[in-house]
């Protein structure tokens, strides 16, 4: 039984230090913002993962709660430097961020887009099932953006006309 439950495990400390880096993250996400959180870039998913990592090992004793808690601070600093520099340097965005790649254009999927995005086009179908696609004259664009997740723009009906605003697609890109 000792794979259950050992006497020795500090279940009191692992509670008390999960509100403890539960209070620290509430307070440091409401100074930092949201943007924190958010999965735009690469260096967001990785910052992310970073402070689940964190969180573990402070929450499974490997680590102190100041120490975890230092690591999170020093994070959320980060990110909110990164924000700041992206902003101010287009350049450093392109170099931290994938471009999104348009997978369909109208009714045609882009078979080469697919390859070079690695994704399958059963992927893509299930995508547009997801979306209420009934049939692919319906789409106006598919695209895979910067964080992963697949865009699907479509109209209504086949029958609807619908003009999509160029700005919508601004900096997407048609070939890999």
Known sequence: MDWIYK????????????????????????????????????YDFAFTIAIGSIISATLTSSTTVAHGSTAITSLLILTFIFSFLQRRFPALNSLISNKPLLLMKGNNILETNLKHARIHKSQL???????????FDQVLAVVLESTGDISVLHKASSSDSVNMQSDILRGVRETP
């Open 125 to 135: 179908i299930a995508k547009l099932r997801e979306a209420n696609v009934t049939n």
């Open 7 to 42: 006497i020795s495990d500090p279940i009191l400390i692992t509670f008390l230090a999960s509100i403890l880096v539960f209070i620290v993250v509430i307070l440091l996400t409401r100074l930092v913002g949201l943007r924190s959180f958010a999965k735009f870039t690469a």
